[in-house]
Every structure is written in structure tokens, then in C-alpha cells.
């Protein structure tokens, strides 16, 4: 198991953890996308995408992390050629304090580690 990747928020000296998706996340990372992300089709559904994205590629699944707070997440996937960036989702109250570069960047190191040349972005949220 990865250790979790550590950064301090810029402006405010506040710490935020960087780690793999745990199911423990679960229910953090739902209430999250429910007030991020505003499509409510079937197929978006958050247990479903979960599900899904945890039997492909389930190291490239990021959680962000604020004392016990989930506060941004961001989705990746790899297929030996290209891969790409998708699903970032950062709470409102944590916006601007460079959560979402934070996830991505580590998002990008993992996909570099793998061998990944080429990364696009498809990022909704």
C-alpha cells in the first residue's frame, strides 16, 4: 500500500492528505459528487461509478482529505498508450486553496510511474 501524499494548503498552513480511494471513503465521497457534480443520470450514479471505477484502474482513484473531512477527489485511468484525468470534484468550501491542482498533479505522478507519456483532460465537475 502507497503512503499517502502529504501537502500544506498555501494561504492558510493547513494540512490535506492525498490518498487511494478507501472504502471507507465511501459515504464522504457521495455526499461530495451529490453537491459537485450535476449530473443525476442513472449511469453517474456515485455507488455505481464507485463500483466500477474500483474493478478498473483503482490506483488511479484519489481522495483528498481535510483533518477527518473528504474535500476532493479525481478519477484517471490508463490503457498502455494514453490516459486521462476526469471526475475532479473539489467542496465548495475548500475551493481556491489548490486542492485541485494538489489531486491532479499526483493524479499525473502515478500515470508518469505507470509509464504514460500522453495525458488528457475530460474533467467534469
Same mark, same amino acid.
Given at each position: 500500500?502507497? !503512503? ?7 494561504? /492558510? ?37 464507485? /463500483?466500477?471505477?474500483?474493478? !478498473? ?29 476526469? =471526475? ?8 481556491? /486553496? =489548490? ?18 507519456? !500522453?495525458? /488528457?483532460? =475530460?474533467?467534469?465537475?
Amino acid at each position: 500500500m502507497r !503512503k499517502p501524499y502529504i501537502h500544506c494548503y498555501a494561504r /492558510r498552513n493547513e494540512h490535506m492528505e492525498i490518498h487511494l480511494y478507501r472504502d471507507d471513503d465511501e459515504a464522504q465521497v457521495v455526499e461530495l459528487w451529490c453537491g459537485t457534480i450535476a449530473d443525476a443520470a442513472p449511469h453517474n450514479d456515485p455507488l455505481l461509478v464507485i /463500483r466500477l471505477k474500483l474493478q !478498473k484502474d483503482p490506483d488511479l482513484f484519489l481522495v483528498a482529505t481535510a483533518g477527518d473531512a473528504v474535500v476532493g477527489t479525481v478519477m484517471g485511468e490508463y490503457d498502455g498508450h494514453r490516459g486521462r484525468i476526469y =471526475s475532479l470534484a473539489v467542496d465548495q468550501a475548500y475551493r481556491r /486553496r =489548490s486542492v485541485a491542482t494538489v489531486l491532479v498533479r499526483r493524479l499525473e505522478e502515478l500515470l508518469r510511474e505507470m509509464g504514460c507519456l !500522453k495525458v /488528457r483532460s =475530460s474533467v467534469d465537475g
